[in-house]
């Protein structure tokens, strides 16, 4: 079993995941929200270096929230999961694209082993 991981900050692309998922019979994929390092430093009013805010604002001043994507699959299934993906995301490769990566799981409980 894996856990595939997906971060974006193109928030318009997580609900064509999700169904194009759902379509190709991949089931029980959460979402949830999360915040990159930047953001976190430059929330931090007391310690945040003030260059990292600045140049966030100026390069991308309205930055939609960041969603992860999780997902549980079988080992046989990670690449066709991550196919669907690039089929909504396109090429991982490129710049401010997201990331996308799996860990192993050893022990689950509360997942069905279909």
């Known amino acids: 079993?894996?856990?595939?991981?997906h971060i974006t900050n193109h928030e318009d692309t997580v609900?064509?995941?999700m169904a194009n998922l759902l379509n190709?019979?991949?089931?029980?994929?959460t979402i949830v929200d999360c915040e990159g390092m930047l953001n976190a430093l430059n929330e931090d009013s007391v310690d945040a270096p003030s260059i990292f805010g600045g140049l966030?604002?100026?390069?991308n001043p309205d930055?939609?929230?960041?969603?992860?994507?999780?997902?549980v699959l079988k080992d046989e299934e990670?690449?066709?999961?991550?196919e669907?993906?690039?089929g909504v995301s396109g090429d991982l490769k490129l710049p401010n694209t997201?990331?996308?990566?799996?860990?192993?799981?050893?022990?689950?409980?509360?997942?069905?082993?279909n």
């Open 1 to 5: 079993m894996q856990l595939l991981i």
């Open 15 to 17: 609900n064509p995941i």
């Open 24 to 29: 190709n019979g991949f089931h029980g994929a």
């Open 56 to 59: 966030r604002k100026f390069v």
């Open 63 to 71: 930055r939609q929230s960041h969603k992860m994507i999780l997902l």
């Open 78 to 82: 990670v690449s066709q999961a991550i």
């Open 84 to 86: 669907v993906i690039h």
């Open 98 to 113: 997201g990331i996308l990566f799996t860990v192993p799981i050893t022990r689950w409980e509360g997942v069905a082993k």
